[in-house]
Nanobody, 115 residues
Framework: QVQFVESGGGLVQPGGSLRLSCAAS????????MGWYRQGPGKERELVAT???????NYADSVKGRFTISRDNAKNTVYLQMNSLKPEDTAVYYC?????????WGQGTQVTVSD
């Protein structure tokens, strides 16, 4: 049974930083591309960042230069370092794993950027 444990969300002021973690179990982590989506209030879910099995990364234009995705295959964990946070980054952040046709989702962690 695939399970994810997400952590690191919370309330932060604009310009601040947070680091999200997503620890996976019940899967062959190295076989999966990993990534993060987010869904803000009243918005559709959007892709934030991905890290391929080989570690190649991609980012949404809105977060380039501010967010960094990384994976630690020894710990079965994917991270999202978020710097220079803006109010528009407020959302529930979901980690996911994909090895077509299998896709798995985390439960989500809330990130709120506000004064």
């Amino acid at each position: 049974q695939v399970q994810f444990v997400e952590s690191g969300g919370g309330l932060v002021q604009p310009g601040g930083s947070l680091r999200l973690s997503c620890a996976a179990s019940g899967m062959s982590f190295t076989f999966y591309a990993m990534g993060w989506y987010r869904q803000g209030p009243g918005k559709e879910r959007e892709l934030v960042a991905t890290a391929s099995r080989g570690g190649i990364t991609n980012y949404a234009d809105s977060v380039k230069g501010r967010f960094t995705i990384s994976r630690d295959n020894a710990k079965n964990t994917v991270y999202l370092q978020m710097n220079s946070l803006k109010p528009e980054d407020t959302a529930v952040y979901y980690c996911y794993a994909v090895d077509y046709p299998n896709t798995y989702w985390g439960q989500g962690t809330q990130v709120t950027v506000s004064d």
